[in-house]
């Protein structure tokens, strides 16, 4: 590389791949960083959704053992899980739950992840194939 001036410009290529590095390293940065949050979203949706499914599953089996105990279990499970029962509704052998998990994303915010689970006898359901 030479420090003669363009004949065109008057100026010189000095620091041009300093700015272009500089560049590549924020648009590199700026992907790690939203992987790393796409990353955290999606495990705190799979955290939600298996004690979403641990909560039902629960709930309906304290049901059918002991009727009135599904939300009370329902509860017990979520908090040793780290979860919020937001919702919980018992009728007959089915329990249907719904469940949030507060993400802590430091400057980004602290959405709240909500999934959802039913569970009960599975006696009278239409499966494909059944006729």
Same mark, same amino acid.
């Given at each position: 590389?030479?420090?003669?001036?363009?004949?065109?410009?008057?100026?010189?290529?000095?620091?041009?791949?300093?700015?272009?590095? @500089?560049?590549?390293?924020?648009?590199?940065?700026?992907?790690?960083?939203?992987?790393?949050?796409?990353?955290?979203?999606?495990?705190?949706?799979?955290?939600?959704?298996?004690?979403?499914?641990?909560?039902?599953?629960?709930?309906?089996?304290?049901?059918?053992?002991?009727?009135?105990?599904?939300?009370?279990?329902?509860?017990?499970?979520?908090?040793?899980?780290?979860?919020? @029962?937001?919702?919980?509704?018992?009728?007959?052998?089915?329990?249907?739950?719904?469940?949030?998990?507060?993400?802590?994303?430091?400057?980004?915010?602290?959405?709240?992840?909500?999934?959802?689970?039913?569970?009960?006898?599975?006696?009278?359901?239409?499966?494909?194939?059944?006729?």
């Amino acid at each position: 590389m030479t420090d003669r001036p363009s004949p065109r410009t008057g100026r010189t290529d000095r620091g041009s791949a300093t700015l272009l590095s @500089l560049g590549i390293a924020a648009v590199l940065l700026g992907a790690c960083v939203l992987g790393v949050l796409w990353a955290a979203v999606s495990v705190a949706h799979h955290r939600a959704d298996t004690a979403a499914d641990l909560a039902a599953l629960s709930a309906a089996q304290a049901q059918q053992s002991d009727p009135g105990q599904a939300c009370t279990t329902a509860t017990r499970i979520t908090d040793a899980q780290g979860v919020s @029962l937001k919702y919980c509704h018992a009728e007959a052998d089915t329990v249907t739950v719904a469940v949030t998990v507060r993400l802590h994303l430091g400057v980004f915010g602290t959405p709240l992840v909500t999934s959802g689970a039913r569970a009960g006898p599975i006696e009278g359901a239409d499966w494909p194939g059944d006729g």
